[in-house]
């Protein structure tokens, strides 16, 4: 992971993440909370493997090392 997806993460995904999950679980109505919990996970877990998916393939596509 290079510096500046390091300070994506802290800046700005981290506290995103965080304040999303806050107001979820800060919903009355319990079960509707649950379901937005889970769905919020499911897109963190599908971004992540999106990243090492892309990132794995532009490493490939554009690495320097003379070949």
Do not use: E, H
Not at 14 to 39: A, E, F, H, Q, T
Request: include cysteine; hydrophobic fraction near 55%.
């Amino acid at each position: 992971m290079t510096g500046a997806s390091l300070v994506f993460w802290i800046v700005c995904a981290i506290p995103l993440i965080g304040m999303l999950y806050y107001l979820i679980r800060k919903d009355k109505n319990k079960m509707k909370g649950s379901w937005g919990v889970i769905i919020l996970g499911a897109l963190l877990i599908a971004a992540i493997l999106v990243i090492v998916y892309v990132t794995k393939d532009f490493n490939a596509i554009f690495s320097q090392d003379g070949n």
